[in-house]
């Protein structure tokens, strides 16, 4: 065990400073779109606005640095795990809120909600990763 955490914490280490930065910045425009769309669509959001910062700075960027070099299917594997807890932990903590009798209830049911919602967030490990990777080569990495 301490192995793994010493190779994902050196996986961490070594990520170039304008990587995280890239990885920051996208993802915390992210979280806020998402955040706004949850709330205007009134389907879920986080109980504070700064939530966005602990849940896709501080959790989803080191986890989405850790995964980027597995494949999407491993990425979306070891996400759903990773949301799933996450999602989990928002709703019995109450650090989100689910609107009442929302759009995703009607479809799917209440019991199913949160599974769901962790089946669609799983996805923005692959997706991140590749967007990020795409913007990040884009600004800093330069023909030569």
Same mark, same amino acid.
């Given at each position: 065990?301490?192995?793994?955490?010493?190779?994902h914490?050196d *996986?961490?280490? %070594?990520?170039p400073?304008?990587l995280?930065?890239?990885?920051? #910045?996208?993802y &915390?425009?992210?979280?806020?779109g998402?955040?706004?769309?949850?709330?205007?669509?009134?389907i879920a959001?986080?109980t504070y606005?700064w939530?966005?910062i602990?849940?896709?700075?501080?959790?989803?960027?080191?986890?989405?640095?850790?995964l980027?070099?597995? *494949?999407?299917? %491993?990425?979306y594997?070891?996400g759903?795990v990773a949301?799933? #807890?996450l999602? &989990?932990l928002?709703?019995w903590l109450?650090?989100?809120y689910?609107y009442?009798?929302?759009i995703?209830?009607?479809?799917?049911?209440?019991q199913?909600f949160?599974?769901?919602?962790a089946?669609f967030?799983?996805?923005?490990?692959?997706?991140?990763?590749w967007?990020v990777?795409?913007i990040?080569?884009l600004i800093?990495i330069?023909d030569?």
């Amino acid at each position: 065990m301490k192995r793994i955490l010493s190779k994902h914490i050196d *996986t961490l280490k %070594e990520a170039p400073k304008t990587l995280i930065l890239t990885y920051i #910045i996208i993802y &915390f425009l992210w979280g806020l779109g998402m955040n706004r769309f949850g709330i205007e669509v009134e389907i879920a959001r986080f109980t504070y606005w700064w939530q966005v910062i602990t849940c896709y700075i501080l959790y989803m960027v080191p986890i989405s640095i850790i995964l980027k070099e597995y *494949t999407f299917f %491993e990425q979306y594997a070891y996400g759903l795990v990773a949301m799933g #807890i996450l999602e &989990f932990l928002g709703y019995w903590l109450q650090s989100s809120y689910v609107y009442p009798d929302n759009i995703l209830d009607k479809v799917f049911s209440p019991q199913n909600f949160s599974l769901g919602m962790a089946l669609f967030f799983a996805l923005y490990f692959p997706a991140g990763n590749w967007l990020v990777k795409k913007i990040h080569s884009l600004i800093f990495i330069r023909d030569k």
